[in-house]
């Protein structure tokens, strides 16, 4: 890699910060290694010794949901708590006193308020029941365990033709499957094409070891802030998955150079000093780009993200600092069996290497005689793959979405066979009069929703003990992921139920899980221009400084948001509209924004590292095209490989039992395929030739006034 970050703020006394941290590193070899010994042990035994205490925040101050849920906390704290739906299936018909029967031992179990049979709680063709448990702890903070013991009492009398079956959302998370098969698969995957790469298994592992010592480091630095911080549970399979995929990405980057500059006659500390300083400062620049767009994200004021994107901000910084410190250490440690491998294979790659320059050579050649093609035709596919976001719903999956074998999903299936879709994402409705009684105004609210086009159900006013609160629960007809329940929803609150408040002088709020959903989705959909219009803000303003170019910040922005927007139109075609047999589903509402962040950082990385190599050609011979032929002859094969490790470990998690880890996994191989293939190889190398000596253009005025970065150190 020959491209770097700013010169000028890291020299000290004729070295910059980065040589003399490849010196320490490499003399001191033993002492690095041992301090990140130290570190992946301790952080390890200390976040086994405490366990995690990984929580989710899914509070929305101000939105209607959230309040209902807070006066149910304050005046009818019994009807706050989470819900169990015990589910059972008789062919024969149940039998309602055998049901009551059972229930006895789920009464005496920890957490448990209450277990009751509603009078309507049988179906009408008298084979399905269900009872509800009430819980005395929202769905988040219920013990998984204590979920397990209440979901294996009531299965225990399953037998002799009669199935029981539990829902909820406790039930649904006790019941997550474990991962780990993607993880081995992505690092099993990736040490397959480094093999292919270096042709040395040593040399192959470098990066991988790099990215485990930094990924092992952050775990165990979240699980221990998880006592302090809200983190929410999911949080730690997206470390691993972005953890593996820029440890790999980056250690693959400082190594290739380290090659580069023993294949050209550098000694071994020499090449370490010389890789550090050049491919170390665009790993800084790539990782710090990452670090922002991820704390961008506390701009949409979400509890749940923000957890999540302090972890991951994390993790980037602490792999970075393995690339920058760590590997220095182990080049100074195997260097020489490294060196004895390259010595043997030197005139083979050298012949190599040189072939596969002049090829991309040539494709540049092509690329340049016919650039109007080059950019339209990928433009308009690209286009095309991001159409399907046009029309993305944002929401949660929910056990619907889950696979069969989870006793979750089967109660699911169980309650919209026997009572409906809609059943099973019920709206609380609730009615404060203050110091009044709510009785009457409950009644004409059920009353109200009652006719309204879209409810199957309304279960008659819940008073709270002093009167002045009551709910009422209406089951809609569509399914809770339907576009047809968030309208309702939306119908209720504007139309139906406004007008019940107003003549009754009574507050009315609509809350419960699915509106819930509702409100965190349009919230995040709300914010999601704000937080895109700063991340992309900020990275045009990071390259205008550094490349001195009007036109490259713009192209590079255009580039990139075609690159996440095509990942995102084929998430939605796979997961909402259901291609490939997936369940269809709405996005989950966290999915795009955290793809976003992910990759606009991770672009940039490809985006110096392309750039910086035309801009050192452009700066010595003032030749605009073959500034971008040497630009992709020297940066092509590291661009590629380094491309396609991402691409299979985040390809991995399509494996992962979990609905938003698959999302994440497709979305991110994809983005990163798009932007390493077409983007880089095609679409920027063309706008290049069609921009010329334009591209390195800054108004004069400007020019004066912004701070000189020196993209090299000479």
């Not at 491209?3 to 010196?23: C, H, N, Q, W």
């Not at 400082?254 to 294949?263: D, I």
């Not at 340049?368 to 949660?396: H, Q, S």
Request: with cysteine; proline share 5%.
């Amino acid at each position: 890699m020959t491209g770097t970050v700013a010169e000028a703020p890291t020299r000290i006394r004729g070295r910059s910060v980065f040589e003399r941290l490849a010196d320490w590193s490499y003399r001191r070899r033993w002492t690095a290694l041992l301090l990140w010994m130290l570190v992946l042990a301790g952080v390890t035994a200390g976040a086994g010794l405490a366990g995690g205490d990984f929580r989710n925040d899914f509070t929305l101050p101000g939105a209607e949901s959230q309040q209902a849920q807070d006066v149910l906390a304050d005046r009818m704290p019994t009807q706050a708590g989470a819900t169990l739906q015990i589910v059972v299936q008789d062919p024969g018909g149940v039998d309602r006193s055998a049901v009551d029967a059972m229930l006895g031992p789920v009464r005496g179990l920890p957490h448990v308020v209450d277990v009751v049979v509603p009078e309507s709680a049988v179906s009408a063709d008298g084979t399905i029941a269900y009872a509800t448990v009430t819980l005395d702890v929202a769905a988040e903070a219920m013990p998984a365990d204590d979920t397990r013991r209440i979901i294996d009492t009531a299965r225990g009398a399953g037998g002799d033709g009669l199935t029981v079956e539990v829902g909820g959302d406790p039930a649904r998370a006790a019941d997550e499957a474990e991962g780990g098969a993607a993880e081995g698969a992505g690092l099993l995957a990736a040490l397959v094409v480094l093999v292919l790469l270096f042709g040395s298994l040593l040399a192959a592992s470098l990066p991988i070891v790099i990215a485990i010592f930094a990924v092992g480091s952050a775990i165990g630095l979240v699980t221990l802030a998880s006592h302090v911080a809200t983190v929410a549970d999911f949080t730690t399979p997206l470390l691993i998955l972005v953890g593996l995929g820029v440890g790999i990405d980056y250690a693959l980057l400082v190594f290739s150079r380290f090659r580069s500059e023993l294949t050209s006659g550098s000694d071994r500390a020499e090449a370490v000093r010389r890789a550090l300083d050049t491919a170390g400062r665009t790993v800084f620049f790539a990782g710090t780009t990452v670090i922002i767009a991820l704390l961008g994200l506390v701009l949409l004021g979400l509890g749940a993200l923000q957890g999540v994107a302090v972890a991951l901000a994390v993790t980037v910084l602490v792999t970075m600092l393995a690339a920058l410190t760590l590997l220095p250490a182990l080049l100074s440690l195997f260097g020489a069996r490294l060196e004895r491998t390259m010595a043997r294979r030197r005139e083979k790659a050298g012949r190599a290497s040189r072939e596969e320059g002049r090829q991309w050579r040539r494709w540049s050649d092509a690329v340049a005689r016919r650039p109007w093609p080059a950019v339209l035709l990928p433009l308009i596919a690209l286009l095309a793959l991001a159409a399907p976001v046009l029309d993305m719903r944002l929401g949660f999956a929910d056990a619907g979405n889950d696979a069969d074998s989870k006793t979750s999903t089967r109660a699911y299936e169980l309650l919209a066979e026997g009572f409906g879709a809609g059943f099973n994402g019920p709206l609380v409705v609730v009615v404060d009069a203050g110091d009044q009684a709510a009785q009457p105004a409950a009644e004409a609210v059920q009353q109200a929703m009652a006719a309204t086009p879209g409810v199957a159900a309304v279960i008659p006013p819940i008073p709270a003990p002093d009167g002045g609160v009551a709910t009422v629960i209406a089951y809609p007809e569509s399914a809770p992921q339907d576009e047809a329940t968030e309208e309702l929803v939306a119908t209720l609150r504007d139309d139906v139920l406004a007008p019940v408040a107003r003549d009754n002088g009574v507050t009315v709020l609509v809350g419960g899980p699915t509106a819930a959903v509702i409100d965190v989705s349009t919230a995040i959909a709300a914010r999601l221009p704000l937080f895109v219009g700063v991340v992309v803000g900020l990275s045009a303003l990071l390259l205008l400084v550094l490349f001195r170019s009007l036109l490259i910040p713009v192209k590079a922005a255009i580039l990139n948001l075609l690159s996440v927007g095509a990942a995102m139109g084929v998430i939605t075609l796979v997961f909402q509209h259901g291609a490939f047999g997936v369940p269809p589903g709405p996005i989950e509402a966290y999915v795009p924004v955290m793809i976003f962040a992910i990759v606009f950082g991770l672009s940039m990385d490809y985006e110096v590292f392309l750039l910086a190599r035309m801009h050192e050609e452009w700066e010595r011979t003032r030749d605009a095209r073959g500034a971008v032929r040497e630009g992709l002859a020297t940066t092509g094969r590291v661009v590629t490989a380094a491309a396609a490790i991402m691409v299979v470990v985040f390809g991995a998690f399509v494996l992962s039992p979990d609905r938003m880890l698959q999302q994440f996994g497709l979305g991110l191989a994809v983005a990163v395929l798009i932007d390493a293939v077409v983007i880089r190889c095609l679409l920027l190398p063309a706008a290049m030739h069609l921009f010329g000596a334009r591209a390195w253009w800054l108004p004069a005025g400007l020019a004066r006034r912004l701070p000189r970065l020196a993209l090299e150190h000479r």
